[in-house]
């Protein structure tokens, strides 16, 4: 493309944007301005969006609402804008700093000192009159080392179990509490990855279950101790070991537990020794069988006996395993429990006989998962469009290679959330979404013009 080529191209897209944004305006309405905004920043939109304080309230709390937009409203706001803004997650740390600035109730402070963008505002809140305010401080992951070493020394046990699982918790306030605290807090230190390796000896020994089981869970725990907690005469120390990511299935070569919820556990990890894939496959226990079947690491010939497990459940996890031979979904397509073929009908490596044979299908459950699946012919997506369900009509909304007909099916649905799903996809073409931007739903109208404003802004 030379150089004047793509001025044009830029002027073009240029022009797009600026005739929907005038759209936008001239109709007046706010939630697709909104849905504009939030890809163009245009300040011609923001009016719009906010014509009244029942919809500035309605924008103060709603998470997908653009960031400046939240702080242009905690410029002005009054004490529900200030709850909302306080309670809303996408609201940013700047419109954060100007509510505290209007000295709102320890309510408000309370929200905001547990707010993920609060970070730089915490030394200040950890000094707070309010107790409540300064136990939400040592609740947020964004706080340091050194606000919490000032907290920890607070005679709270709230405050006590917070700042013993901060992440951000130091050897020194670790050791603090594992000193001071009660048998709570003393399991949230042995937890910690910055536990002391002497503190972690002391756990692994200690006459509280909970305790060892907190410590089996610690992901820094070293090898020799996750090793004699596996042995543990406590079936959810055990279990809490066999979950530990610290050590590899490998190195879990006995499965020989008394419980089944353990053994359960062991199923879900990958790099199982064979022997013990082979004996959990063999359990009696139904889930455990369930969970092996799962596991990619299972031999095809093990999976092709699983295929046959009476219980529906497991057959249905050998349909969902990635290392699900060909030969064995096919079989699988023909099973006699809807679920377990619905499992064959979400495969995109399906053989295409298997596919042949599910889409005979009536089962709500298999139409459904044929609706997600890209290999499944468009003249039938097109059918599963029009499907009198409309958790099956939804499928096809999420698959990426539905035809232009079929969405135009789902375009006039008669629920809300099948069209609202329909003008999300960043596929969608132009002229569906200009439909869509007229939808009596306003979510539906929302995600319309994001969408119309996101190919203006980057069509080349």
């Known amino acids: 493309m030379n150089e004047n080529t793509a001025e044009k191209h830029d002027m073009g897209s240029a022009t797009a944007l600026s005739a929907l944004i005038d759209r936008l305006v001239a109709t007046g309405d706010p939630y697709a301005a909104l849905g504009a905004y939030a890809r163009t920043q245009d300040a011609a939109l923001v009016d719009v969006a906010l014509p009244t304080r029942r919809q500035r309230l ?3 709390a709603a998470p997908y609402a653009p960031a400046d937009l939240l702080d242009r409203l905690a410029r002005d706001a009054d004490a529900p804008l200030t709850l909302r803004l306080a309670k809303n997650p996408a609201t940013p740390a700047s419109a954060l700093a100007r509510l505290l600035e209007g000295d709102p109730p320890a309510r408000v402070r309370r929200y905001i000192a547990a707010h993920a963008n609060a970070g730089e505002l915490l030394p200040q809140l950890a000094r707070d009159t309010s107790i409540e305010v300064r136990r939400a401080v040592t609740g947020n992951a964004a706080a340091t080392s050194e606000v919490i070493a000032g907290l920890a020394t607070e005679k709270d046990e709230q405050i006590a179990r917070h700042a013993a699982a901060a992440p951000q918790a130091d050897e020194s306030i670790l050791s ?16 910690h990855p910055n536990c002391p390796t002497e503190i972690l000896a002391e756990a692994e020994a200690a006459e509280d279950p909970l305790i060892r089981r907190k410590c089996a869970a610690n992901p820094a725990l070293p090898d020799a101790m996750l090793l004699r907690l596996l042995g543990d005469a406590d079936e959810q120390v055990r279990g809490a070991a066999v979950r530990n990511s610290a050590i590899t299935g490998d190195r879990l070569d006995d499965a020989d537990d008394p419980s089944a919820k353990v053994r359960r556990l062991f199923a879900r ?10 004996r959990l496959a063999a359990d009696p226990d139904d889930w455990v069988r369930r969970w092996i079947a799962r596991n990619p690491d299972v031999p ?3 999976l092709g006996e699983l295929a046959q497990d009476p219980d529906a459940a497991v057959r249905r996890s050998v ?3 990635a290392a699900c031979p060909p030969h064995l979904l ?6 006699p429990e809807p679920w377990v073929r619905a499992g064959v009908a979400l495969r995109e490596d399906a053989p295409d006989a298997a596919i042949a044979v599910l889409l005979d299908d009536a089962d709500h459950d298999v139409l459904g998962a044929l609706g997600r699946n890209p290999c499944t012919p468009p003249d039938r997506l097109e059918a599963i469009a029009s499907h009198p369900d409309k958790d099956v009509r939804r499928a096809v909304a999420f698959n990426r290679a539905a035809p232009p007909d079929a969405l135009a099916v ?21 002229q569906l979404a200009e439909r869509l931007l007229e939808d009596p739903e306003p979510q539906v109208r929302f995600a319309a013009a994001a969408n119309l404003a996101r190919a203006a802004a980057t069509s080349t």
């Not at 096919?330 to 099973?335: E, F, K, V």
């Not at 649905?413 to 996809?425: F, T």
């Open 300 to 302: 095809a010939a093990l």
């Open 330 to 335: 096919s079989a699988l397509a023909t099973d």
């Open 319 to 321: 349909s969902r395993n």
């Open 410 to 430: 789902l375009a006039e649905d008669v629920y809300p959330l099948n069209r609202a799903i329909l003008a999300g996809r960043d596929d969608l073409a132009a």
């Open 269 to 278: 990890r990958s790099r199982l020794p064979r022997a013990l894939i082979a």
């Open 58 to 60: 309605i924008v103060a």
């Open 176 to 191: 603090h509490l594992w000193n001071s605290g009660d048998v709570w807090v003393r399991a949230d230190v042995a937890a």
